[in-house]
């Protein structure tokens, strides 16, 4: 308890702790309503306001009203038990995640007063330590499944959700947002009580527990150092220089400092003459904009009416010494499309298809900066289309205006149709360049910059925290004493006892289309839809899908969540698409041959997107037909040479060819870059990057030769570890020659104690340091990439390529048994040989001596094969090779029928990465990205998931005009990693970041077991 509470308390030793919190409301409220009355002139139009000092801050008073807090009195005296207990859980959406639902302070007052057991989930970047939650009386501990109600912020995993609980925390799903429809479904399948914050209202539709105000504190500060970041990208210095991302300051106080600092000198400077006045326009009248309202205030300021703002923008006498702001509500650009003006708010609401905006002729003209704060869904026009945006931007007389968007509602696609994804705290800003159609980074280039960061509060995270867990605390009582029938949490219940409430059952049709493809079915023939028709209004989009692998599962499953898209399943597998398409609507399966260029250019031209699951070297000749027909492609493969070549003419043709979307290439790319951005955002750099990836059995299904599984031909395994690698580690550049890549094997990589594994370089580890824009490659202490496997893969992969199992040139004879095979290969004859003499082959091909143990190994794995006669077989194991043209041929024919997956078994990927970084004071650090996933065959294998799921998002991305880039690409941009990587993770595919004490890359070491000369 702060000393100040606790001298409060000794004041007032007859009144109940209750008692005291509403007596100390109550003053806060009416300190803050005098303080209101006397700043609240300065919003009128024509008054000007010039700040000269910054009061000390207040703590926020509770939403709750006092009237609120004594009927919550009358409740709670009503039932005394039984008490639920309350856990915190920790937030892992994103990295600058730090807020908590309730502070130290109030868990210590909600023992105190209920005695109820609090479990506080650990946490080393909470914005309270875990320290100060235990002094207050907290259990920290990771596992929450023994608390009846859990807390939150952001949303919970799926695989997080446990069963039968009641969760709190913003859930995204009551508008029917899409992405979240897999989480809600599966609080209804859990049975879990969900509680949102958003939906916490009084009898007047009010929010009582929200973040609002606190979104617009830092939405406009981070505004205000954009505008400064895009003036001097257009070569002019301001005062806007001057003040630093929101949370880059310890308080909301020293914030307001900073911008009173920028006052003065706007007052003793003014703002740069070439952009005539200065106009700041806010949209929308409630918490966030009033938010972002009162930061603005602390800047000299005049407020003018939305009306002014032309003749303002374009007057020659107008003042540089302050901004001119305006509050733009429904009724200053919204008219009715036949009567040509705003005729009623209770018409608008009711019809909003009847209106339309004029905001792109009345007020963006005319703005510098616009602070988007206004409720948006797809039901109401648009502040601003991107066609509008084009005409604005076309005007030469608007070079100077609509500089900046603060868009914080973050309304992805909404009010500003062009605002295309959220950004990030440590990269926040994008440039919209609608003239020549793209998006872009580069603050010198032309287009309005948009900042649309999604968790603004969190850079303020103690204020923001203190004033949603005193709005929170009277409904978390009632909560435990589970009085289900509190208006509040009655109204803010979505989901319980697996059932939406009636007040949610809209929901319900969105989730069957999400997740019932039957259903969808059924509809769709009750309206009588069919082939390009509409459904709910939008176009059918038809999907290519060339292929029909094991990775091909789980993105036909995620597209089809969109009940607007049609998928062409393409395959020389009939039996294979049709089972794929088994039971799913809107797919059809065709024939595939590559190679049939007329057939080819009509499966195409009938697409708007093409999926290529094929064979590699087929890419180049599916990407012709693309560029030919205009439509853009998604491949998981590495960007061949023959594909590089297409970059120019994909780009004149207008299309995207997505490449190395899948997991390597693919979430290793989305993963590293958006650490290295991350380093580069905070001023540091990264001076060596290890990267290591594999697809591996499970623990318990390793138990085989080579400590492998194959779920597809094995070919690509085996011949990738042929191949030559290059790669710089301990400040050297170091090459294998591909014959020696198995036997100069890393025996060593200590990722987690639990796994027992070993690593190969993959092929050139150098270009990847231009691909993730690390510099020079000679400047970094270690650029690398690797394979992992399980320890003695290596050394008996590289036995059998001594052997000749991987012979890829010479030619293939038909034999009896697979003795006889390896017989050929040991002696070249046919003759009959016993085990000892074949032993004796294999040690002299080794250069071993016959009783190492490593010849021992070699000679199990090859009786476990069947290529040598065990004591119970001494004829070995028929021949079913009879077609292979070569041995490599020959032993992945075996190798997939002995190595398979067997029911129930599971397999898994790991990926890691770990970056040495100096920070921007030169200190080291270093930091990892971690994911470990894995499968089961009654669902997906880890492989297709990981391989498959960002492929699916990158398709619908694409479909969704989300990524503007053209030509051949990689997943190396912030919109398109940052926006794949959060969908994985809602789909349970989470990526680990960490700052380790002690990495790897020192132990690292490339000379293989020591077993071979």
Partial sequence: MSSQAALASRALPRLSACARRQLSASVKRS????????????????????????????????????????????????????????????????????????????????????????????????????????????????????????????????????????YVYFSHTHKGQKYNMPMLQDVLDKKIRLIDYELMANEQKQRLVLFGKHAGYAGMIDGVHGLGQRLLGLGFSSPFLHVGMAHNYKTLASAKIALQSLGNTIQDEGTPKEFGPMTFTFTGSGNV???????????????????????????????????????????????????????????????????????????????????????????????????????????????????????????????????????????????????????????????????????????LPMESSQHFSDSLYPF??????????????????????????????????????????????????ALGAKGDSTTFGTKRKNVLLCGSGFVAGPLVDYLLRDPNVNITIASNSQAEATSLALGKANTKVVPLDVKDNAKMASLVKDSDIVVSFVPAPFHPIIAEHCIQEKKNMVTASY???????????????????????????GIDHLSAMKMIDEVKAEGGKVTSFVSWCGGLPAPEASNVPLSYKFSWSPRGVLTAGLNDAKFRMHNGFHDIQGKDLMKKHFPDVPIYPGFALEGVANRDSLSYAD???????????????????????????????????LNAENSQQNFSSWPEFMDSLLFGNNSKHDNQSRTAAIA???????????????????????????????????FTAQNSTTSLDSFCNLLMNKLKYNPHERDMVILHHEFG?????????????????????????????????????????LLKGEIPEKGVLAPTMPHVYNTILEKLDREGVSVLEQIVQKGMRPMLKWGGSGVFK
Wanted: aromatic share 8%.
């Fill in 476 to 525: 978390i009582k009632e909560l435990i004493r589970d009085n289900h029938g509190h208006p509040v949490l009655a109204g803010a219940t979505i989901a319980e006892n697996g059932s939406l409430k009636p007040s949610h059952e809209n929901l319900t049709k969105i989730l069957q289309e999400t997740h019932a493809k039957e259903n969808l079915a059924k509809l769709k023939s």
């Fill in 844 to 878: 002299d091909r080794l250069d071993l001596p016959k009783n190492h143990p490593s010849v021992g190994k070699v000679v199990d794995a090859l009786q476990w094969l069947t290529l040598m006669p065990s004591a119970n077989a001494h004829n070995g194991a028929p």
């Fill in 917 to 957: 970084v100096q920070l921007k004071d030169g200190t080291d650090q270093t930091r990892t990205s971690t994911l470990v996933s894995y499968g089961t065959f009654e669902t997906y294998t880890a492989m297709a998931k990981t391989v498959g799921l960002p492929a699916a998002m990158a398709t619908e991305m």
């Fill in 31 to 166: 300190t803050v309503a005098a303080k209101r009355s006397l700043s609240s002139s300065s919003a009128v139009s024509g008054q000007t306001y010039f700040p000269q000092s910054i009061p000390k801050i207040q703590q926020h008073p509770q939403s709750a009203s006092l009237h609120q807090q004594q009927q919550f009195q009358k409740h709670t005296h009503a039932s005394l038990n039984p008490f639920k207990s309350v856990a915190i859980r920790r937030e892992g959406k994103n990295r600058w995640e730090r807020r908590a639902a309730l502070t130290p302070e109030a868990v210590e007052n909600l023992i105190k007063e209920t005695g109820i057991k609090v479990y506080v989930q650990p946490s080393t970047k909470r914005i309270f330590s875990d320290d100060k939650y235990r002094a207050a009386g907290a259990i920290i501990q990771e596992d929450l499944s023994v608390a009846d109600i859990i807390l939150g912020i952001k949303e919970v995993p799926v695989k997080d959700l446990i069963p039968g609980k009641t």
């Fill in 639 to 665: 960007i061949s040479p023959a594909m590089k070549a297409l970059d120019e003419r994909a780009q004149r043709a207008g299309i995207t060819i997505m490449n190395e979307i899948g997991l390597d290439p």
């Fill in 771 to 805: 691909t993730y824009g690390l510099g020079p490659v000679e400047k970094l202490d270690t650029m690398f990439r690797g394979t992992l496997r399980y320890k003695g893969y290596a050394d008996l992969m590289y036995s059998f390529n001594k052997l000749g199992l």
């Fill in 289 to 459: 904009s009033k938010g972002a309202q009162s930061v603005f205030k602390s800047l000299p300021h005049e407020f003018v009416d939305p009306k002014d703002l032309p003749k303002i923008a374009k007057s020659k006498n107008a003042r540089l010494d302050r901004i001119y702001a305006a509050e733009v509500n429904v009724e200053d650009h919204i008219r009715h499309k036949t009567q040509g003006v705003f005729t009623s708010m209770d018409e608008y609401f009711a019809h909003p298809e009847l209106f339309t905006s004029t905001f792109h002729k009345d007020i963006a003209p005319y703005s510098s900066m616009v602070i988007n704060g206004a409720y948006w869904d797809e039901r109401y026009p648009r502040l601003m289309t991107t066609d509008q945006l084009k005409t604005i931007q076309s005007d030469p007389t608007n070079q100077f205006r609509m500089l900046s968007i603060a868009d914080i509602s973050c309304d992805i696609g909404g009010s500003f149709e062009f605002m295309s994804h959220a950004t990030s705290i440590e990269d926040p800003f994008f440039y919209v360049d609608a003239v020549d159609g793209k998006e872009h980074k580069h603050a010198e280039e032309p287009g309005v910059q948009i900042m649309s960061v999604d968790i603004l509060p969190s850079e």
